[in-house]
């Protein structure tokens, strides 16, 4: 028999032949045992070769699912796919290139099951630039991302998913959560990493940087 995985991390690609690799073995080298995620990537009709490094991967973690659009639907549509596709309890949406910290999944599941009132379980984050050189702990509560969240599934079901905006989803995501009074968790824990192609990711980002994992 098989089973399902209890979380299945959603990565939106667009173009993303720099960074895909790093982000899905961050995910792949999770200490959360494999049987308990699987990684669902969305390419959002891609013009480079982002989805044959993909492929390159399947042969390392079995559990990857590569979806792909004909057409470019942008973000928030992407982000749809991947939950609609997904047969997890718990959702985990990754930037194609960002990466995660490799506890994050172990973390955040074992903090969700010990919190059954709790919809949305989120963490706080660090800047990284092209050298993966890390800026001070952003705090989530403050400065609010898509990313860096496990949310029950069943919560986007009732929600009606992301609008399917080319900017502003995020937002507008937020907006509703709020409106619906959804009970929302911190974790006081950077395990996200967030990148900034642009060098200035914080006024002081040089003097703040950080080299954890």
């Known amino acids: 028999m098989t089973t399902k995985p209890s979380i299945s991390v959603i990565v939106p690609m667009f173009n993303s032949v720099d960074y895909i690799e790093r982000c899905v073995n961050s995910i792949i080298d999770q200490s959360l045992p494999s049987y308990n995620f699987d990684v669902i990537i969305v390419d959002d009709a891609s013009i480079d070769t982002s989805s044959r490094i993909i492929e390159s991967l399947y042969s390392k973690f079995p559990n990857i699912h590569l979806i792909q659009h004909a057409e470019n639907k942008g973000v928030a549509a992407s982000r749809n796919t991947g939950i609609l596709a997904s047969s997890s309890r718990y959702l985990y949406f990754l930037d194609s290139d960002d990466y995660i910290h490799p506890d994050t999944l172990l973390i955040m599941y074992k903090a969700i099951e010990l919190m059954p009132h709790c919809q949305y379980l989120y963490s706080d984050y660090v800047f990284v ?85």
Request: aromatic content about 8%.
């Open 129 to 213: 630039d092209n050298n993966e050189q890390k800026s001070s702990q952003i705090n989530a509560k403050e400065s609010p991302i898509a990313c860096a969240s496990l949310i029950r599934k069943s919560l986007f079901i009732k929600l009606g998913l992301y609008k399917e905006m080319r900017i502003g989803e995020e937002k507008e995501l937020f907006s509703r959560l709020n409106d619906k009074n959804i009970i929302k968790e911190h974790i006081p824990i950077a395990l996200y990493r967030y990148r900034q192609h642009d060098m200035g990711i914080t006024a002081d980002f040089r003097k703040r940087r950080l080299y954890d994992s």
